[in-house]
Every structure is written in structure tokens, then in C-alpha cells.
């Protein structure tokens, strides 16, 4: 009896907010004269803050092209602008600046929507050693992480040197797919000055106080306490999750003006690689066991950081075509 009369309880609470919330839509319209898309338009900032907002406005409107203009092709956004307008009664020629805006942000929501796709595609396709394509990115990952050693042979104990498990790579792939391995090789070629700081620093004795010989003497366990390539599949994982969570909104509405593409998500790969590698070093875990309670602490981290919407994942390394911006 009790779960009933709160059931019924929370419905009618739910029905009064839903109530409240479009009386107060229906007096800021008639005391400003302006729909909620112009109200979000003209008072946010172009980024998270509107394109969010835009966002949760088009998906609980009552109105069917409202509702459906969130799931466009993108080559549709300019006519779903014009039949919004249309339908809202607003005219082009005198509010120019809103089409754009509005069109700006359901890019940005579209191109999310496609970003997603485009991510889980890859993460899908599975390493295939038959694939002359998928062979090539492998062989050119190790050339760009050990560019004066040459690898003896495609099945050989040399790929632990870069951090993977075994003698053959494509087993440690399962879990993420090529998406793991674009991901890898895009750090790799585009910040390889830090790539190759985080696997040298990798392959170094944990403890200052202990010098190499009497490391190696002593077989005690290597570096920092993980394997380079293992942990670029490992944020290859938290970045997706961040990024199908919906999570990575915040950041990708602040740093891309129209449609956050699959360099986006790189981008963001490449610092969240470095700043694990810095907090890491900062919780000094005293082995390889307690990997999963540091990144789960390092996932909270970052999903505090996004909640801000002004947030956007600034990087502290020096790729040459990175242009994330701290807004």
C-alpha cells in the first residue's frame, strides 16, 4: 500500500512540474515575445551551454519536427532550420543571427550522433591479420614507438617492448577492435615527442634509488608499473565510455564550432593518454594489480570536470594540429 500511494505520489508531483514548467514557458513567450529557442539562443554563449540546452529543449517538445530535427542527416540541417523558423513563426530577415546559431548547435548535435556511430564502427571491427591494411597501421605503430629497432619478425616477443601482452598484437585488440589501434598509432605519429616519453618512461625502474643493473639483476617489476600499449587500449575504453555516455558533450560542443568529427575523439584520446600517465605517477600504486582502482578514480575525475559546461579538456602537449581551447 505504501509503494502505491508513492507511486501515485511521484506521478502527480511529475504531473505538476510538467504542468508548472509549460505555464511559465507560456508566460516567458508572451512577456518577452520570444519562443524558448530564441530565449536559449540569445541568451547563451555558442558552445555547451546553448547547444545542451537547444538539445533538451528540441527532445521534450510536444511538436513531432521538433522532436524528429534531433536525428537529421546532416545535409538536412539547413531545411529542418527554415521549417523550425517556419514553424515558430519567426522571421529570417529580421533575426539572421538565430538561423545560424541554431544551425551551428544542431550540427553540433547531429554530428555527435554520427561521431558515435563512426566510433562504435570501428570498435566493432575486429583486428584482421588476413587485412594488408590492418597489418600496415600495426607495422607502422611499431615504427613510429621504436623507430631504431627493427622488428625481426611479425610473431615475435619484441611487440612487449611497446606494452603489448604476448608475441602477437591482435589478441590484445579484441576488446576495443581497430579502434584501439587507430587510436594508438594517431598518438604515435601526431604528439610523438610524448608518445615516446610515456613508453621510455614505461620501461624504467619505478624507484629512482634503484639503478638500472641491479633493476634488471634484482627482475623486478618494470617502470611505473604498466605496459604502454595495454593502457592505450584501456583509455581507448574510458573514452568511448565517455563519449556513448553522452559525458564528452560538454568538452566536444566547446571545441568544435559545427560537427565534432573522429579527429575530435583522437585529440581527446591523446590527453586523457598523457593525463593518466601524470596522475598515475601521482597516486604511485605499488603495482600493475591496482590499474582498476586508479582508473576508475581517474574516470570520476574527468566526469567532474565535464559536469562544468563551460568545460573543454585542455591539453598540455604539443601536437601540431591540436587546437582544443580551455573556454
Not at 542527416?73 to 515558430?88: G, R, Y
Not at 619505478?206 to 592505450?232: C, M, R, T, Y
Amino acid at each position: 500500500m505504501k509503494h502505491f500511494l508513492r507511486v501515485v505520489t511521484q506521478f502527480f508531483v511529475f504531473l505538476y512540474c510538467k504542468l508548472l514548467w509549460r505555464g511559465l514557458k507560456f508566460v516567458a513567450r508572451k512577456f518577452t515575445g520570444r519562443c524558448e529557442l530564441q530565449r536559449i539562443c540569445y541568451n547563451n554563449k555558442h558552445g555547451a551551454r546553448r547547444t545542451l540546452k537547444i538539445e533538451s529543449s528540441l527532445r521534450y517538445s510536444k511538436n513531432e519536427l521538433l522532436q524528429s530535427s534531433l536525428s537529421v542527416h546532416p545535409d538536412k540541417v539547413e531545411k529542418t532550420i527554415d521549417n523550425i523558423m517556419a514553424l515558430k513563426r519567426i522571421n529570417p530577415d529580421t533575426n539572421p543571427q538565430l538561423g545560424i546559431s541554431l544551425q551551428a548547435s544542431l550540427l553540433q548535435i547531429v554530428g555527435y550522433r554520427s561521431l558515435v556511430a563512426e566510433v562504435e564502427k570501428l570498435r566493432r571491427e575486429p583486428y584482421d591479420c588476413e587485412n594488408p591494411e590492418n597489418e600496415k597501421m600495426l607495422m607502422k605503430l611499431w615504427k613510429e614507438l621504436r623507430p631504431d629497432t627493427p622488428l625481426t619478425s611479425r610473431i615475435s616477443k619484441q611487440w612487449c617492448e611497446i606494452g603489448f601482452q604476448g608475441s602477437d598484437p591482435k589478441t590484445d585488440f579484441r576488446g576495443m577492435g581497430l579502434l584501439g589501434l587507430h587510436n594508438l598509432l594517431y598518438f604515435a605519429e601526431h604528439d610523438k615527442a610524448t608518445a615516446l616519453q610515456m613508453l621510455h618512461d614505461s620501461l624504467q625502474p619505478k624507484h629512482n634509488e634503484i639503478n638500472k643493473p641491479e633493476w634488471e639483476q634484482k627482475n623486478l617489476d618494470k617502470a611505473i608499473g604498466f605496459s604502454f600499449a595495454i593502457v592505450g587500449i584501456n583509455i581507448t575504453d574510458l573514452t568511448y565510455s565517455l563519449l556513448v555516455s553522452g559525458a564528452l558533450k560538454t568538452h566536444l560542443y566547446n571545441v568544435a564550432p559545427e560537427m565534432p568529427s573522429l579527429l575530435h575523439f583522437q585529440q581527446t584520446f591523446c590527453y586523457l593518454m598523457q593525463e593518466f600517465h601524470r596522475f598515475w605517477i601521482e597516486e604511485d600504486p605499488s603495482d600493475i594489480m591496482e590499474f582498476s582502482r586508479v582508473r576508475s578514480k581517474f574516470h570520476r575525475r574527468i566526469l567532474r570536470q565535464l559536469k562544468n559546461p563551460d568545460m573543454a579538456l585542455c591539453p598540455h602537449f604539443s601536437a601540431s594540429d591540436l587546437h582544443l581551447v580551455n573556454l
